[in-house]
C-alpha cells in the first residue's frame, strides 16, 4: 500500500463504546468525534437509554431496507421539522407522503440528465471572476478555497435551475445566515435525539431564529424581484405556476418560500463541501492532481470543458466520487420509525431514532479495503458494480435520495476542470483540515490552499 496516499485519520475515533450521555456531548461537539472505533468494525450499534432508542445502522443490507425496501415504516419527522423547519418549513427535504411526491413531481423536470448538460457553459463561466481574483493575487497566492467554493456553487445555482436575480446583498445574507443556521443545528438535532422540544432555550438559539427569519425573507425578495422569465423554465417559475394535483390551487406563497430556501442551501452548501474537499486530497496528492488534469487537456483539447467532455472525463469522476467517500458532504441521515420494526433481530418500538452515519459506512473496515486510503481505481465501472448500493451514499438512497445529484456532480466535474485547467494547487506547510459537521462537512477552519495560475 503506497503510504503517500493514506489520509490523517482526524479527528481519531474515541477508544471503545462512549455511553449515551458522553455521545450526545461529542455531538454537540462534532458528530464525526462522537462515533467510536467500534462503529467503524459493526454493522449495527443500539443504545437504550431510558427509553430512547438510537440504532446506528453501518449495514448495506439494513440502510437498504430502512431507505428501499421497507422506507414506509420510517420517517423523517419530527426529526427534520425540529431541526430545519424554521428555515425550510415544508419545503422538498422536508414534506412526507402527498406533499412531498406533489413537489418532487414539480422540480423533478427541472434536474433531468439532459436539462443539466445545457448548464455546463453556465458552470464552466462561474470560475471566470474566480481565476481572475486569482491570477491578480499571483503565484503561491493563499486562497480561503471553503470559501471560494461557496460562492462559486451559489452563482452557478442562480445561473442555472433558480432562475432569480441574486443581488450581492442577497448572495451575502445566503451565506451568512446559511452558515449560522447550520453551525447551531446541532442543538436542535440533539433535542431532538432526546424527544425534547426543538423550542427550548440552547446555546445560539436566537441566532439560529434570526439567521432562518433572514434566509426567508431573502427568499422572499428574490420571489418580490422577479421579473417575468419563463413560466415553467426554472424552479421559481415552477413553483409560482403550480398547481396541487388534489385540489387545483396554486402553491401557497409560504410553501413557495419554504423551497426557495431548501434549494437554496441544498444545492450549493453540499456541492461547495464537495469540491473544498477534493481541492484539498488533489493538494495533498499532486501525482492525482497531475493525471487529472492531463485528462482535462486531453478530453477538451486546450479547449474550455464543453458538455460533450463531461462524459468523458472518468478519472476526475473517479476522483470526486472518492472524495465524498471519504468526506461525505452529507455526513449523517436520521430517520424515526412509524411502527414497530425488527431489523436483523433488533426489536424497535415506534418512535425510535434511526441514524445512518455516512460518513462511517464510507470509511467501514469491513466494506471498504484500506478505507484511509485515496484511492480513485475504487470508482472503475467494475469496481462499482460489484458494490452493494447502499455501501456508497453520498447522495442517499431510495425515494428520498438527492434530487439535485446528476445536477452536483456534473456541476462538479465541470467546475473542477475549469480550475485544473488554469490553476496548481498546494498544501501549505501545516495545513490539515479537520472534518468538522455541522448538517454537512467542512474543514473545521476552513480550507486555505496555494494558488498559481497557469
Ligand atoms: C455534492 C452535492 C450534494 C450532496 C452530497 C447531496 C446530498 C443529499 C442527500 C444525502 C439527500 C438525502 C437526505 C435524506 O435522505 O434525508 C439529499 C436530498 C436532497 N437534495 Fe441533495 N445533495 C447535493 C446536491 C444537491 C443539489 C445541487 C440540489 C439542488 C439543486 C439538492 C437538493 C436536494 C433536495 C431538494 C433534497 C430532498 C429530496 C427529497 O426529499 O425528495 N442537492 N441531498
Request: charged share 25%.
Given at each position: 500500500m503506497a503510504r503517500e496516499t493514506i489520509i490523517a485519520e482526524l479527528p481519531i475515533p474515541p477508544k471503545g463504546r462512549l455511553s449515551f450521555p458522553m455521545l450526545i456531548l461529542r455531538m454537540i461537539v462534532n458528530p464525526v468525534a462522537s462515533w467510536g472505533e467500534d462503529f467503524y468494525g459493526q454493522p449495527a450499534v443500539l443504545y437504550?437509554?431510558?427509553?430512547?432508542?438510537?440504532?446506528?445502522?453501518?449495514?448495506?443490507?439494513?440502510?437498504?431496507?430502512?431507505?428501499?425496501?421497507?422506507?414506509?415504516?420510517?420517517?423523517?419527522?419530527?426529526?427534520?421539522?425540529?431541526?430545519?423547519?424554521?428555515?425550510?418549513?415544508?419545503?422538498?427535504?422536508?414534506?412526507?407522503?402527498?406533499?412531498?411526491?406533489?413537489?418532487?413531481?414539480?422540480?423533478?423536470?427541472?434536474?433531468?440528465?439532459?436539462?443539466?448538460?445545457?448548464?455546463?457553459?453556465?458552470?464552466?463561466?462561474?470560475?471566470?471572476?474566480?481565476?481572475?481574483?486569482?491570477?491578480?493575487?499571483?503565484?503561491?497566492?493563499?486562497?480561503?478555497?471553503?470559501?471560494?467554493?461557496?460562492?462559486?456553487?451559489?452563482?452557478?445555482?442562480?445561473?442555472?435551475v433558480l432562475g432569480a436575480g441574486l443581488g450581492d446583498d442577497d448572495r451575502r445574507a445566503i451565506q451568512e445566515a446559511g452558515a449560522t443556521f447550520l453551525f447551531y443545528s446541532m442543538w436542535k438535532v440533539v433535542l431532538t435525539s432526546l424527544r425534547l422540544p426543538p423550542t427550548i432555550p440552547h446555546p445560539g438559539a436566537r441566532k439560529m431564529a434570526r439567521a432562518g427569519k433572514r434566509l426567508r425573507e431573502t427568499a422572499e425578495q428574490v420571489l418580490a424581484k422577479r421579473d417575468g422569465g419563463s413560466e415553467d423554465g426554472d424552479l421559481l417559475g415552477r413553483l409560482v405556476t403550480a398547481r396541487d394535483p388534489a385540489t387545483g390551487s396554486a402553491m401557497p406563497a409560504r410553501l413557495i418560500v419554504d423551497n426557495v430556501v431548501t434549494f437554496l442551501m441544498a444545492g450549493h452548501e453540499t456541492t461547495s463541501r464537495a469540491l473544498t474537499w477534493t481541492l484539498y486530497l488533489l493538494a495533498l496528492f499532486p501525482e492525482w492532481q497531475e493525471r487529472v488534469r492531463e485528462e482535462v487537456r486531453r478530453v477538451a483539447g486546450g479547449e474550455e470543458t464543453g458538455r460533450d467532455d463531461i462524459g468523458k472525463l472518468q478519472l476526475l469522476d473517479a476522483v470526486l466520487e472518492e472524495a465524498m467517500r471519504l468526506y461525505s458532504p452529507v455526513p449523517v441521515l436520521m430517520r424515526r420509525t412509524i411502527a414497530p420494526v425488527a431489523l436483523d433481530g433488533i426489536k424497535l418500538d415506534k418512535g425510535a431514532t434511526i441514524i445512518i452515519p455516512i460518513y462511517v459506512v464510507h470509511r467501514h473496515k469491513l466494506l471498504w479495503e484500506d478505507p484511509l486510503k485515496f484511492d480513485p481505481s475504487r470508482f472503475t465501472p467494475q469496481a462499482k458494480a460489484g458494490r452493494h448500493r447502499c455501501a456508497y451514499m453520498p447522495f442517499g438512497a431510495g425515494p428520498r435520495n438527492c434530487i439535485g445529484a446528476t445536477f452536483a456532480m456534473l456541476e462538479g466535474k465541470a467546475i473542477l476542470a475549469t480550475l485544473l485547467t488554469h490553476a496548481r494547487f498546494e498544501l501549505p506547510d501545516g495545513e490539515a483540515p479537520v472534518p468538522f459537521a455541522r448538517i454537512t462537512l467542512r474543514p473545521k477552519n476552513g480550507l486555505t490552499l496555494k494558488v498559481t495560475p497557469l
Open positions: 437504550r437509554w431510558f427509553g430512547l432508542q438510537t440504532l446506528y445502522v453501518m449495514d448495506p443490507a439494513l440502510i437498504q431496507r430502512i431507505l428501499l425496501d421497507d422506507a414506509e415504516s420510517y420517517s423523517k419527522q419530527p426529526l427534520n421539522d425540529d431541526v430545519f423547519g424554521e428555515a425550510i418549513g415544508g419545503g422538498l427535504l422536508n414534506a412526507e407522503e402527498d406533499e412531498w411526491r406533489w413537489q418532487r413531481r414539480l422540480a423533478a423536470p427541472l434536474f433531468r440528465a439532459e436539462e443539466m448538460l445545457s448548464y455546463v457553459p453556465a458552470f464552466v463561466s462561474v470560475c471566470a471572476p474566480l481565476l481572475k481574483r486569482w491570477k491578480e493575487s499571483g503565484a503561491g497566492g493563499r486562497q480561503r478555497i471553503d470559501r471560494d467554493m461557496t460562492r462559486t456553487t451559489l452563482q452557478a445555482l442562480q445561473d442555472t
